[in-house]
């Protein structure tokens, strides 16, 4: 267990839709990022957030947006949902925005399929 | 094109065999992290190296930093089915700390 939570594990829904996931990083974490995994590719970096601010994009959408909150969870919202959004989003965390190390910690994912 | 490239993209060995897992840059890296994936799941962080040349091992997995700190081999002896999954290796780049993921390579031992 790497200590980082998110809900729902499992989401299901229709094109054109709105959907929001949550994850709650490590406990004194403060740096979270998204990341997205299509079957059987590797992670793509979405967007990073340290202490309540964004600080890294990657490959983020404009349909796609996060926040992270004073409590440090954050939120990730997808809509105009398309067929190619199906796909495991993973929010990892760690303590710090930068530096040598920077290890992060996995949460179990979200898996998206949209119909 | 990755700035990090993982080599190969795909293996699949019987159980017992070794095998050796690289990845490649241009860029120097202040450290590079290996992490593995099973199905379904996050990555678990494997280990970091940080010095040029470092060697780690874990068990029956050696790890090693390129002397240039370009680029980090994986190495498992005697693979087990256990050790199935994606092995993913990121590194943090020397110019402005940004993590940078490779692509990953898949493994399946089969028993």
């Known amino acids: 267990d790497s200590g980082v939570t998110q809900t729902p594990k499992h989401l299901i829904t229709a094109t054109g839709q709105r959907v929001t996931l949550r994850c709650s990083p490590r406990s004194g974490d403060l740096s979270v990022y998204w990341y997205q995994q299509s079957l059987d590719q590797g992670l793509q970096f979405l967007i990073q957030y340290y202490n309540g601010e964004e600080r890294a994009k990657g490959n983020i959408l404009e349909r796609f947006s996060a926040q992270q909150f004073p409590d440090l969870h954050s939120e990730l919202n997808l809509s105009s949902l398309e067929l190619g959004d199906s796909a495991l989003y993973f929010c990892a965390s760690s303590v710090a925005t930068s530096g040598t190390h920077n290890e992060q910690f996995f949460g179990p994912g979200t898996r998206l399929t949209v119909l | 094109t990755q700035l990090l490239e993982q080599s190969p993209q795909f293996l699949s060995i019987q159980e017992g065999e070794n095998l050796t897992v690289y990845c490649n840059s241009s860029s120097v890296f202040s450290s590079l992290q290996w992490y593995r994936q099973e199905p379904g799941e996050g990555p678990v962080l494997l280990v970091t190296?940080?010095?040029g040349g470092e060697v780690k091992k874990l068990k029956r997995l050696t790890f090693q930093f390129g002397d240039a700190r370009k680029d980090s081999s994986l190495h498992i002896t005697a693979a087990q089915p256990g050790d199935t999954g994606l092995y993913l290796c990121?590194?943090?780049?020397?110019?402005?700390?940004?993590?940078?993921w490779g692509a990953g390579t898949k493994l399946i031992i089969k028993p």
């Open positions: 190296v940080v010095t």
């Open positions: 990121a590194g943090i780049m020397d110019s402005n700390y940004q993590l940078i």
